[in-house]
């Protein structure tokens, strides 16, 4: 399109002018722009910019709650970027993607399996996420809330699976007679090592906005070795009663506090 256009305008001699002076303005334009970002974007009244700059002290605030402990930053992959390179802690930081997100560079790394068992602070921005032992530090560009875990145990890569046109649903129980999942990883992962992330398997309907919460099944304390597939027969999810009508469901496993892993199966089913 660029070449068309420049093709065109070269054809176009009324056009030459309005250009080049077009093209010198905005040269300025973004000459004075550039000046003042590096200047630090002083009394920046735009959310944006102020998005893009003072980092280095956010960063050391979140820094001086991790006292030298790996991070964890839930839903985020840009905010634990910046944390890897402000604080210099490329190798400890780690950002925890859900099913309801995208796969980040955080997927690739070894972070997670470094982290394992150590002591982290992990690090949110949504006040809904963490209901017990979370403090909340008000930043100047983001509110954080923040949690300590010890002996951090996380499972981000397992992998779900389950056939939906296997599922029943008769007075509002929905029953899945079985679902798979398959440890990926070259460690072994144990679903409830830590008594403070209990494992569930969760299911959602779409919301208006976002995914809501509607049943929930709690699991054993499963030791699923690398590349071993194990198998869930038979379970059941209770439907609130005022669920109706079609619904896009998300079947997903849980992680304590954590919203569900990568890995997930969505259906649509017509709820009586």
Known sequence: MFILAFA???QNEKFKKLVKKLGIIGFFVFLVVRV?????APGAPIKAINEMIGWEDEIALLQKEANGRPVVFHETYQKAS???FHANQPYTTYAMLSGFYKYSQFDLYPTENKIQGQDVLFV?????LMKNNVRHIKGDIKNWYLRDIPNFNSYNMLEIDTDPGTFVLENRTLEVPEITIRNPYSRIVELEKNPQLQAHLRLYV???RKWEQVSEVDMENLKIAPGETI???NIRF???????GEQLFFLGLQNGPFRPVHSHVEFFRTVD
């Open 8 to 10: 065109f305008i070269g």
């Open 36 to 40: 003042y970002l590096m200047a630090g």
């Open 82 to 84: 910046f944390y890897a």
């Open 124 to 128: 949110s921005m949504d006040s809904s």
């Open 206 to 208: 779409r919301g208006e």
């Open 231 to 233: 198998s869930l027969k």
């Open 238 to 244: 209770h439907l609130p009663d005022s669920l109706s």
